[in-house]
């Protein structure tokens, strides 16, 4: 059974499109190399990843040098074309940032420990110091970065302990007010408490006690009065004066 064709389409699973990419990648720089040994011919390969990765292959020493014979290739057809100044300037510009921007990109590639066979004792040593001074000043500012928030959260800490100070205070002076207003009503109740009772109940009881006496005196008067009769007769029978009477 044959292989079916394969619909030349963006695949949207994101695996199987990195799956994809690597097989032909590989099998797109096998047939560079293959192309060159055969066929003794120069060929530079240059590829960018989805991410901005590049993989590329050059059958000569130096991809510079392909590019530049490419340039000077590009360059003679255009002055065979006659083209005007702007359009050689502008084509020269593009040359100019393509190459700065490959070498940015290798360049960054060593350092993130990418393709580092091809540097010799001197590059890498020179990377080494790069990374160094790169190390110290990232520590630098990472400490920087470190104190200035220490201080920022010192200055808040000061801020809420003068507004935990206000705050006590504040309650401190509620709570003297409270306690004194309860012990000026304490001291209002005390003397409520201690005053005399009420002066119209005093003159009732007052009154009913001259009823009482004066009932009496009036019983002790007329007991007298009928002693004294009862013993006038006996006196003028007798002749004794009562002792009493003495």
């Given at each position: 059974?044959?292989?079916?064709?394969?619909?030349?389409?963006?695949?949207?699973?994101?695996?199987?499109?990195?799956?994809?990419?690597?097989?032909?990648?590989?099998?797109?720089?096998?047939?560079?190399?293959?192309?060159?040994?055969?066929?003794?011919?120069?060929?530079?390969?240059?590829?960018?990843?989805?991410?901005?990765?590049?993989?590329?292959?050059?059958?000569?020493?130096?991809?510079?040098?392909?590019?530049?014979?490419?340039?000077?290739?590009?360059?003679?057809?255009?002055?065979?074309?006659?083209?005007?100044?702007?359009?050689?300037?502008?084509?020269?510009?593009?040359?100019?940032?393509?190459?700065?921007?490959?070498?940015?990109?290798?360049?960054?590639?060593?350092?993130?420990?990418?393709?580092?066979?091809?540097?010799?004792?001197?590059?890498?040593?020179?990377?080494?110091?790069?990374?160094?001074?790169?190390?110290?000043?990232?520590?630098?500012?990472?400490?920087?970065?470190?104190?200035?928030?220490?201080?920022?959260?010192?200055?808040?800490?000061?801020?809420?302990?003068?507004?935990?100070?206000?705050?006590?205070?504040?309650?401190?002076?509620?709570?003297?007010?409270?306690?004194?207003?309860?012990?000026?009503?304490?001291?209002?109740?005390?003397?409520?408490?201690?005053?005399?009772?009420?002066?119209?109940?005093?003159?009732?009881?007052?009154?009913?006690?001259?009823?009482?006496?004066?009932?009496?005196?009036?019983?002790?008067?007329?007991?007298?009065?009928?002693?004294?009769?009862?013993?006038?007769?006996?006196?003028?029978a007798g002749g004794v004066?009562?002792?009493?009477?003495?």
């Amino acid at each position: 059974m044959g292989r079916g064709r394969v619909e030349l389409r963006r695949i949207e699973n994101k695996i199987n499109r990195q799956v994809t990419f690597a097989k032909r990648r590989n099998g797109l720089l096998k047939k560079a190399y293959e192309l060159s040994v055969l066929c003794d011919a120069e060929v530079g390969l240059i590829i960018f990843s989805s991410r901005g990765k590049l993989y590329e292959f050059c059958s000569t020493s130096s991809m510079n040098k392909t590019l530049g014979r490419y340039q000077r290739c590009s360059y003679g057809a255009l002055e065979t074309g006659h083209p005007g100044r702007d359009t050689q300037g502008s084509y020269q510009e593009y040359i100019k940032l393509k190459a700065k921007v490959e070498a940015l990109q290798q360049s960054q590639r060593h350092l993130l420990g990418e393709e580092l066979g091809q540097l010799g004792t001197k590059d890498l040593e020179q990377m080494e110091r790069q990374l160094d001074s790169t190390l110290r000043q990232v520590r630098s500012t990472k400490t920087q970065y470190m104190l200035d928030q220490l201080s920022d959260l010192q200055q808040k800490e000061q801020e809420l302990v003068e507004i935990n100070n206000a705050l006590r205070n504040k309650l401190e002076e509620n709570d003297a007010r409270i306690q004194s207003e309860w012990e000026a009503e304490e001291r209002n109740s005390m003397v409520y408490r201690s005053q005399p009772a009420a002066q119209p109940d005093q003159g009732v009881f007052e009154s009913q006690e001259c009823n009482n006496t004066m009932h009496m005196a009036s019983y002790n008067s007329a007991g007298n009065d009928h002693q004294m009769a009862s013993a006038t007769p006996t006196q003028n029978a007798g002749g004794v004066i009562p002792g009493w009477m003495l």
